[in-house]
């Protein structure tokens, strides 16, 4: 007996710490089964499996609805794959972390709660989050735009663009991650519809 209440309140206990990180891009399905509140919410299993770098949910779509940046072949996905970049809104200072997290952890080094602390308590944005940990923040957006290239890569492989395109697109990527890493919490969020031919 005693041991089924300590796995209950364990269980609680977990899921009061996995709550306040849904904000991080998990979408409502994902939070209901968590929460095990019923809900007539469904989940496609593809766009779960579909994750940008990090693995996480987020995209141009709402959450749940990502690229896979290792298998764009198509300019539809490129299109889609940038507006990803830009991050939702949404989601607060940090647009959405879970599709870069890998990047930010990489070059950030700190841990996720204090990303948290410091965009939500003390209202940084990635970029001064960055100059505070003595970072500059170029170096954040280069290494977001490195992690998506491979995408770009793939595209220009298959022969659904040119090399110029291909360049194109790099561009695009890192004009929308600088807006991700320097968005200042009020300005919309731009609509990318692809390059011009």
Request: charged letters at 20%; aromatic letters at 4%.
């Amino acid at each position: 007996m005693k041991t089924r209440t300590l796995r209950r309140s364990l269980a609680a206990l977990s899921l009061v710490a996995v709550l306040p990180f849904a904000a991080c891009g998990t979408d409502a399905a994902d939070t209901a089964a968590t929460s095990g509140s019923a809900t007539s919410t469904t989940t496609d299993s593809t766009a779960t499996d579909q994750r940008g770098p990090g693995g996480g949910p987020g995209g141009p779509g709402g959450p749940g609805d990502t690229v896979d940046v290792s298998s764009v072949s198509s300019e539809a996905d490129l299109v889609a794959l940038v507006q990803e970049a830009y991050g939702d809104a949404s989601l607060g200072l940090h647009r959405g972390h879970q599709p870069v997290e890998d990047v930010l952890d990489e070059v950030l080094q700190i841990s996720h709660d204090e990303l948290h602390v410091r965009m939500e308590e003390q209202g940084q944005n990635l970029a001064a989050v960055a100059t505070d940990l003595g970072i500059d923040p170029q170096t954040l957006i280069d290494a977001l735009v490195d992690s998506w290239s491979p995408a770009v890569d793939n595209a220009l492989a298959a022969g659904s663009i040119t090399e110029d395109q291909a360049a194109e697109y790099l561009d695009a990527l890192e004009e929308a991650f600088t807006y991700r890493v320097t968005w200042d919490g009020s300005e919309a969020t731009p609509t990318f519809s692809g390059i011009d031919a």
